[in-house]
């Protein structure tokens, strides 16, 4: 009974001395060791994990205060080499809304975006390392079909960029240059007839834009951009 009563004993102290090890410094006021936060002035948790002087490691998990009660809304799995975390975002009843790697607060590399109460991709992004989109940006309907389709360079839009119905039929298609529209344009009915082609200058329409109606010329329209003549008499 007495070597019981000790080993009791001995196990509090132990969990006493774990507790009073979180929330500390190290000699260097940097945060060591498990941390964790609430909300001011409440006791409801904000976020928990570990610190290694000053630097995070491992999981950490943040919590959005909802009913008064701590929800988990996101992990960040950390390393000790550098800022770069793996990334999750949760919804309410837990179930995934993305996921990525950020180094710090900025997106990297692939990004991956979930339709609501569905494992199904929503979106799927690219981001180079200093945060902007770069790359094939290509969004999905609820089945799995393709709905859009950009590229983007620097975070800034270019090239082909084309919609599609839910039955995979394009229905237009742009082109982009340094985030304009700048280029040919064509639009389509839902069976992927042509009804519509024009071109764009810096974003404006310019030229002939050209409809269409059972596969013939049905109307055109002039949006040539003309220079205005600053030698032409008032």
């Known amino acids: ?7 009791i004993i001995t196990l509090l102290l132990i969990s006493i001395g774990h507790a ?9 006021g940097e945060r060591h060791g498990v941390w964790k936060k609430n909300y001011e002035g409440t006791n ?11 630097k995070e490691i491992g999981e950490f998990k943040f919590y959005k205060k909802y009913q008064n009660k701590a929800i988990l809304s996101a992990t960040k799995l950390f390393n000790k080499d550098n800022q770069i975390a793996e990334v999750t975002f949760l919804a309410s009843n837990g179930k995934v809304i993305s996921q990525g790697k950020m180094n710090g607060k900025k997106h990297i590399g692939k990004w991956v975006y979930y339709h609501n109460n569905s494992n199904q991709i929503m979106t799927l992004e690219h981001y180079n390392d200093n945060g902007l989109l770069d790359g094939e940006s290509v969004v999905y309907y609820a ?9 983007y ?3 800034l839009l270019e090239g082909e960029a084309k919609w599609y119905s839910e039955n995979g039929t394009l229905i237009k ?15 389509y009915d839902e069976t992927g007839k042509l009804i519509l082609k024009g071109r764009y200058k810096r974003d404006k329409k310019d030229g002939v834009w050209t409809h269409y109606k059972d596969g013939k010329v049905s109307e055109e329209k002039d949006y040539t951009i003309r220079s205005k003549n600053p030698y032409k008499k008032k």
Do not use: C
């Open 173 to 187: 298609s742009y082109i982009y240059v340094n985030n304009e529209l700048h280029g040919e344009a064509k639009f």
């Open 44 to 54: 409801i948790l904000r976020y928990e994990g570990e610190f290694f002087h000053g």
């Open 1 to 7: 009974m007495r070597i019981t009563i000790l080993s």
């Open 20 to 28: 009073q090890t979180v929330n500390q410094l190290d000699a260097n």
């Open 153 to 155: 360079n620097k975070g």
């Open 143 to 151: 089945d799995g079909q393709i709905a859009e389709k950009r590229h």
